[in-house]
């Protein structure tokens, strides 16, 4: 289930920085300042999942959304909306 994914460290954050820009391993590695072993698992999990693809750019392999990955950012930055609003509504 994806609820199981996404609280994992970095996997909405790598969707959002996709989001924006197929990247590298390296670039999304400068950028998260994960492990490698962390930034290669979540790589597989969501390539598995079907939310991004790797291709081969400017002789470098970028990683990039697939359409269920941009739903998918749809979705986050939703749920990400409703939370700030539900931030303003209740006060812990």
């Keep these: 289930m994806m609820r199981d994914y996404i609280c994992r460290k970095h996997f909405a954050e790598i969707l959002l920085l996709l989001n924006k820009a197929p990247m590298s391993f390296n670039e999304l590695l400068k950028t998260l300042n994960a492990y490698p072993d ?49 931030d303003e509504v209740v006060s812990l």
């Design 38 to 86: 962390t930034l290669t698992r979540r790589l597989k999990e969501m390539g598995s999942a079907g939310l991004i693809s790797s291709t081969t750019k400017e002789g470098k392999l970028k990683y990039e959304l697939t359409d269920n990955g941009k739903k998918a950012v749809k979705l986050l930055k939703d749920l990400q909306r409703i939370l700030d609003e539900l």
